[in-house]
């Protein structure tokens, strides 16, 4: 820290980032990216593509992109979605910062659920909002009740939540929704392809419903940083003031590209998310027949432990698998001390983190 970094960020702890190790090929379920390459058409994009246009700047206001994603969601959810009900940026962690800044900086409420997305923590921070968090039961599940009060600038919910897993049915995000109309309702779907109920079909009755997704998953496209939102014309409105007023360049030519690419093969992804799916009920089984809790997921990953991670303990066995190759997400803090979030590889991957879990609690 130098002494020139202002008084209001001193005291302030940035977000750590899953690991992204150079040093070793490690079998790597600790950032929950697709264990599969983008599809043939982004591969194409990327070849042939933009690649020659790079000298030009993007279009600031992505119409081609916000278009055809617009029309994925009028024909998936029966909507009827204009350019102006799509927002696009640098990965969705963008956009959840620009809905901090717009919706509860300086003092505004916010509330999301105690254990999530840890970012929400970092940016509330970051804008000096009001935090409130909303409990989870002993077996990791969000009480809904502080989310049905009114009085808060903005709620935040992952669903399914992150690193539970756990979804919501839509039933009790819709009465989030319409417990305070004065409230912006921000509900992050970034692991929701893998088997949970969207949001969007509500978005042409809640203005203050914005829905947050990510190319980072489903799509994948972690490396290519491309996430969005949906929501009302003027919510919409609200998160460009800020994007215009920062970096309105935020998507590059080559990530639009790639993202229209992806949109045009959807099969390819569905397929894909099919895989990880039946790959995650399998690896579920297994790690329940090694002793672990494992929670009922909806994404692309598992958080799993409880008393069958006791001995030797969540940091233990998460060293030991790297030590052995496998990269996990550890988080340490006191309830999740013996849990470990693992995403969802290929069925080869996740029979090799078996292997290993088996030889390290002693059970092979
Ligand atoms: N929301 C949740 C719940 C996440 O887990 C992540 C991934 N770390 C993000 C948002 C951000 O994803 P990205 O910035 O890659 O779109």
Not at 82 to 104: P, Q
Not at 147 to 158: D, P, S, T, V
Request: proline share 6%.
């Amino acid at each position: 820290m130098s002494k020139f970094l202002r008084a209001g960020l001193r005291g302030l702890t940035a977000y750590t980032p899953g690991e992204q190790p150079q040093d070793k090929k490690y079998i790597k379920l600790n950032t929950n990216e697709s264990p599969y390459p983008p599809g043939p058409q982004v591969l194409a994009a990327i070849r042939e593509g933009e690649l020659a246009e790079l000298r030009l700047y993007p279009d600031p206001r992505m119409q081609r992109l916000k278009k055809a994603l617009a029309a994925a969601f009028n024909r998936d959810f029966g909507l009827a979605l204009g350019v102006e009900n799509v927002f696009l940026s640098n990965g969705s962690d963008d956009i959840l910062n620009f809905a901090f800044a717009a919706f509860a900086a300086e003092g505004g409420r916010v509330l999301y659920p105690e254990i999530s997305y840890g970012f929400y923590e970092v940016y509330a921070e970051y804008h000096k909002a009001a935090a409130a968090t909303a409990p989870l039961d002993p077996d990791f599940r969000i009480d809904t009740a502080p989310f049905l009060e009114k009085g808060y600038a903005l709620k935040i919910l992952a669903n399914p939540n992150a690193p539970t897993g756990i979804a919501l049915p839509l039933a009790e995000v819709e009465a989030i929704a319409a417990s305070d109309l004065d409230a912006v309702f921000l509900v992050d779907e970034a692991y929701v392809d893998f088997g949970a109920e969207s949001a969007a079909g509500l978005l042409d009755r809640f203005e203050n419903l914005l829905i947050c997704r990510t190319f980072s998953k489903s799509s994948s496209l972690a490396g290519a940083r491309l996430g969005y939102a949906l929501g009302s014309v003027e919510l919409i409105a609200d998160l460009a003031l800020i994007q215009y007023s920062t970096n309105p360049y935020s998507v590059n030519r080559m990530s639009e590209a790639v993202g229209l690419a992806v949109l045009a093969e959807p099969e390819y992804y569905k397929e894909n998310a099919r895989r990880i799916m039946a790959t995650r009920e399998q690896t579920a089984q297994d790690l329940r027949e090694l002793g672990l809790r494992v929670l009922p997921s909806g994404a692309n990953f598992l958080f799993a432990g409880g008393d069958g991670l006791a001995d030797p303990g969540g940091k233990a066995v998460y060293e030991a698998l790297k030590e052995r190759g496998v990269l996990v997400r550890y988080f340490g803090k006191p309830r999740l001390a013996n849990w470990l979030r693992i995403s969802i590889g290929t069925p080869e991957e996740m029979a090799v983190l078996i292997r290993e879990l088996k030889d390290i609690l002693g059970k092979a």
